[in-house]
């Protein structure tokens, strides 16, 4: 056991550690291979006459299964790089640049844990001809795109219907710094800027005021990408900053550094800022009327982007336009300080297409067990077994639900994960068991460092298997982090993923029941004594590799190797519930994220939308901020709003520092405890929805939460648009986030009919209407044509209402049609990818309801729809149905047919707003796993 003392020594020296590198960052400037590569784009942009050195040699172009190979020359210097072009099996396409002859080998192994699997290649393209030192093909299902590779100077283009889409060398500014040994360290033409051409470069910025030793030289590579017609661009998270990226170097509300990717962690992040947060994904969406486009830049070593706009005269734009006003296109420049140009490019004719391809590369958001997307309470820290068992009952006692109760370090012994305070915590099992006979879950966090305690065995292991990331000396790696003196894991190394998912099992975690799950956090990772808070960019992981070569992918690796072991801790396994704190490409494939440590204040709240908009649709759809705020208190009001906020986020948890007061929503007392508990009700009623859009997102790709301009794709209006939102297509959102408003404009997009979700007031688009939102209420509407799936009755957690039945809100836009769709399974098991689940379709037309199947799964066989064969649609409540019905019959396929009694209501007129006919089925008892009509006889 840790004597108090020595815990608060550490405490104060980790805060005194933090202190001290916060203060460092402020005056951090970018790193000298941004400041380089930037400087090779400033000139190239400088110089009228300016050609890119890089060219294909003619000949060198081959094209073999499938491979579109040549070779690159760069003029300057007659270095030589391999170039490679794929067109997958996807849709997407590959190109892949890499020196020829490497000194060493460059990183390469980014792919082996970003995507699903090596993505296959197709043959269905046809070389088109094209004019001298051009190369071009034609690919796509209707052979409508092309690809031209323009060999002198080197630039390729991607045109949809001979209009083109994303070019890459556009403005010359590829630059590839090859590696070298000290004797032949010449300076190459990006270089020439640089404070020195030795070997040993200082790289200012990341490395502080401490010099980087780069062994091989400088050996970044920048590319510059363009997306021309295209005046939006998306994604790259996670940045502090808006949906629609802004520019970089000059232009309207423009940032002066570019948007940086490198996983740090950062408390009480700057607002409005291009600043690395905790994940990178650098994936880049650019959207215009009609069509999308995206790019992957495969590269996990520190990465820096910088966007650019530029305005065109319409008629000029590849004839895209025929009237004479000017729009703009966007101009991407893209760094890394290592590896090799490996990126992938997407094209279709909306965002939904390029989701898709995304996920069939990197793969989809595995399905989280049920309470996933329940709420969750957090705080740092929960101070014992009591505490645990007063904060579960007071859930209880104030009629608020809830799944999950979480520890944070405190509840271990001394920081050693995987053990636990007995003195405050004697009997962790039956704590959970206490927590699972409610049907309740708990969460224990489980951090990368590793405390050097020889008599900790979780250090004697890793040390004596040899799985520390070493300094370049050989020898072990320290640095401080919570437990003071500590060891990272090198979670690169297969051994330690296999040996750290182990820990996990019940024999080796101590304590740990299968009502237990994991948090981790810390993994970017974060060292309190290393410049910038992680570690230094020359430590030496699993092959040797530096770990500049890939700093990003280390919070995915030790995401990915905990998952696992949650996976392998029963037989048969079941769902694995993680979360995160850094991210990269793939990440969804193991558990949600947060947004890390916010601060308790009303801009904090506003910008976890656009934050969580741009995490959502760069693949990894399941996150959330923490509700409340971390740091500081927030006043009653903030944490009502931010309540309401967290309820139509996918992750949905509420968190608090140790130095906050507590603020479980009981202490507040009323108003605000009961809208708190309003709110959080309201989240319970809707888990079907939310568990539904899930599935979707497992299986399509679709974010759960989707932009304005995902969901309204024609609409330019909403293209910048990220203070309001859709929770899948049938829902919008506008959070209130800023004190004291009772009312706010929302933007209903195109000539549609709204209801509101509370009252079922109607409201028809499309323009920005004033709508009230006192204190209890968060606007949010029902869109026209959407049927959405609740349930009325509320119980303390999402488990116990598995047998409850449904309610179908109906929202029949102006044709007096809608649709929507239920998953359902066991939300625990695997079982679901045996066919065990319930998927309906609900289509209302023609004055008709009914009720599909979407699963082509036989229901005698499925275990699941057994289970569940006694649920039933109770309610049915039908918006904006003009007609009133004399009858309404139900024809079902298991029973006769019977009539259901109903109810038609029609709301009073409200200035500006039309009337809403209502008409309310109940009763119905119509079976939730069987197929039915239901007739509205006039
Ligand atoms: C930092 C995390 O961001 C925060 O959520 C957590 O409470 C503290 N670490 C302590 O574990």
Redesign the pocket.
């Known amino acids: 056991m840790e004597n108090v003392q020595l815990t608060n020594f550490f405490s104060n020296t980790v805060n005194f550690f933090k202190a001290f590198f916060e203060t460092k960052r402020r005056f951090q400037t970018q790193s000298s291979f941004c400041r380089l590569n930037r400087a090779y784009a400033d000139k190239a942009s400088a110089n009228p006459s300016f050609v890119s050195p890089y060219s294909l040699i003619n000949d060198s172009i081959i094209i073999k299964d499938g491979i579109i190979s040549g070779c690159l020359i760069n003029s300057e210097n007659n270095l030589e790089f391999i170039f490679e072009l794929y067109i997958l099996e996807i849709g997407a396409v590959r190109i892949r640049i890499n020196e020829k002859n490497p000194l060493k080998p460059r990183y390469d192994k980014v792919k082996d844990w970003a995507l699903v699997q090596d993505p296959l290649i197709t043959l269905e393209y046809n070389q088109i001809p094209s004019k001298a030192g051009v190369t071009s093909f034609s690919f796509g299902k209707e052979k409508n795109q092309t690809i031209s590779i323009y060999h002198s100077p080197f630039r390729v283009e991607f045109l949809v219907d001979d209009i083109p889409t994303i070019i890459l060398n556009d403005r010359g500014f590829l630059n590839f710094e090859h590696l070298r040994d000290e004797e032949s360290n010449t300076e190459s033409p990006s270089e020439t800027n640089q404070s020195s051409s030795k070997n040993s470069v200082q790289n200012v910025g990341t490395s502080g005021d401490k010099l980087d030793p780069k062994l091989n030289g400088p050996g970044s590579i920048g590319l510059d990408i363009s997306f021309p017609g295209y005046s939006h661009v998306y994604g790259i998270p996670q940045h502090a900053s808006s949906l629609s990226l802004k520019e970089t170097r000059g232009g309207t509300g423009a940032y002066s550094d570019p948007y940086r990717l490198y996983n740090l962690d950062i408390f009480g992040y700057a607002i409005d800022s291009p600043q690395a947060l905790y994940g990178s994904i650098p994936f880049m969406m650019a959207h215009r009327k009609g069509a999308s486009a995206a790019i992957l830049w495969l590269n996990a070593s520190e990465t820096w982007v910088d966007v650019t706009k530029c305005r065109e005269n319409k008629n000029n734009l590849f004839g895209l336009f025929n009237s004479g006003k000017s729009i703009n296109s966007t101009s991407t420049h893209w760094f890394s300080e290592s590896g090799i140009v490996d990126v992938f490019f997407f094209l279709g004719k909306s965002s939904s297409e390029i989701f898709h391809q995304y996920g069939l590369l990197t793969g989809f958001t595995s399905l989280p067990q049920y309470f996933g997307i329940s709420y969750h309470q957090c705080r740092?820290n929960y101070l014992d077994q009591k505490d645990v068992a007063e904060v579960d009952e007071g859930f209880d006692r104030h009629d608020i639900p809830y799944d999950v109760l979480w520890l944070?370090?405190e509840h271990t012994d001394g920081k050693r994960y995987f053990t636990w305070d007995i003195d405050k915590f004697p009997d962790p099992e039956k704590m959970q068991k206490d927590l699972m006979n409610k049907g309740r879950k708990m969460v224990t966090?489980i951090d990368p460092h590793i405390k050097r305690d020889e008599d900790y065995y979780v250090y004697k292991e890793a040390s004596d298997l040899d799985l520390f990331v070493k300094k370049s000396s050989g020898s072990v790696y320290d640095g401080i982090c919570?437990p003071g003196s500590s060891s990272w894991i090198d979670f690169t190394n297969p051994l330690a993923q296999e040996w750290w998912s182990k820990k996990f099992a019940f024999d080796q975690y101590k304590g740990s029941t299968e009502g237990l799950f994991t948090w981790n956090?810390?993994n970017e990772p974060s060292v309190f004594d290393s410049p910038e808070l992680t570690m230094p960019k020359d430590l030496i992981h699993h092959g040797g590799w530096e770990h500049r070569d890939l700093h990003n992918i280390y919070g995915f690796a030790y995401h990915k190797a905990s998952t696992q072991g949650l996976i392998n801790r029963t037989e048969p396994p079941r769902r694995p519930f993680v979360l995160s704190?850094a991210f990269f490409v793939g990440s969804q494939r193991y558990g949600p994220i947060w947004t890390?440590?916010n601060v308790a204040s009303w801009d904090y709240l506003a910008i976890s939308t656009p934050m969580l908009l741009t995490i959502g649709i760069s693949g990894l759809p399941f996150s959330g901020a923490?509700v409340g705020g971390?740091s500081g208190d927030p006043k009653p009001e903030l944490l009502v709003r931010w309540y309401q906020a967290g309820a139509f986020q996918p992750f949905f948890r509420g968190?608090a520092?140790r130095k906050t007061k507590r603020r479980e929503p009981w202490l507040f007392g009323d108003p605000y405890t009961s809208y708190i508990r309003d709110i959080i009700k309201e989240r319970y009623s809707l888990l079907p929805l939310w568990y539904t859009l899930l599935y979707e997102a497992s299986t399509t790709g679709m974010p759960i939460i989707r932009p304005m301009f995902v969901v309204c794709p024609d609409d330019e209006k909403v293209y910048e648009m990220d203070d309001q939102f859709f929770v899948g297509n049938s829902l919008l959102v506008k959070p209130i986030v800023e004190e004291g408003q009772t009312s706010t404009e929302v933007y209903f997009s195109g000539n549609e009919i709204y209801y509101d979700y509370f009252t079922f007031e109607q409201i028809r688009g499309s323009n920005k209407i004033r709508i009230k939102a006192p204190l209890n209420k968060i606007p949010v509407f029902l869109r026209g044509g959407s049927i959405i799936p609740k349930r009325q009755k509320i119980r303390n957690c999402s488990s116990a209402m598995h047998l409850d039945p449904f309610t179908l809100v109906i929202a029949l836009n102006e044709n007096n049609e809608a649709t929507g769709s239920l998953y359902l399974d066991d939300g625990e098991t695997y079982d679901y990818e045996k066919g065990y689940f319930v998927h309906r379709q609900f289509e209302f037309s023609a004055g008709k309801l009914a009720s599909t199947s979407l699963s082509s799964f036989d229901n005698d066989k499925n275990i699941y729809a057994k289970l569940i064969n006694s649920v039933h649609v109770e309610q049915i409540i039908i918006l904006g149905f003009d007609m009133k019905p004399s009858r309404i019959i139900a024809h079902c396929t298991a029973d006769s047919d019977f009539e259901l009694q109903f109810d038609l209501k029609c709301f009073g007129t409200l200035s500006g707003i039309n009337t809403s006919d209502v008409l309310v089925i109940k009763g119905s008892n119509l079976s939730i796993t069987e197929d039915w009509t239901i007739e509205f006889l006039k």
Request: aromatic share 22%; net charge negative; hydrophobic share 45%.
């Open positions: 740092w944070d370090i966090i919570w956090d810390m704190r890390g440590d923490d971390f968190h520092d």
